[in-house]
């Protein structure tokens, strides 16, 4: 197991979910010599994270929100990084991100510029 211990606003099915996309990053030649971690990002929110490195440079960080309803799905994912003009356009014509519908998708920002994610499988 990954240390999923605490489930904050993500239940098991969500936990496991995120678990099966860390080992696919893992598990994907390309991101061979990359570093992936997977944490709790933000207890208050139930947010995990899973952060792709190479040589200690921010590739990707993926942020796992749980939905508003509470019923601990994942709701959203905030993904920041490099290449979101790409992951954009990919997702956009698929409306898909691992295997789950992606139902709206923007550019936004804050600190820096991400894409905000909304999904329902």
């Known amino acids: 197991m990954f240390g999923f211990r605490f489930v904050g606003g993500l239940n098991q099915d969500s936990l496991l979910r995120i678990q099966n996309i860390e080992t696919g ?7 061979s010599s990359y570093q992936i971690r997977s944490y709790l990002y933000d207890a208050s929110a139930g947010c995990r ?19 508003a309803n509470g019923s601990g799905k994942i709701g959203s994912i905030a993904l920041y990084g490099i290449h979101l ?9 698929s409306m898909k991100i691992f295997g789950m ?8 920002s804050g600190i820096e510029t991400f894409l905000d994610i909304y999904i329902d499988y």
């Open 25 to 31: 990053f893992r598990n994907y030649s390309p991101f």
């Open 49 to 67: 994270a899973i952060e792709i490195t190479n040589n200690g440079r921010l590739v990707n960080l993926y942020l796992f929100y749980p939905d």
């Open 85 to 93: 003009q790409g992951h954009y356009n990919t997702m956009c014509s």
């Open 101 to 108: 519908t992606i139902t709206d998708i923007s550019f936004d």
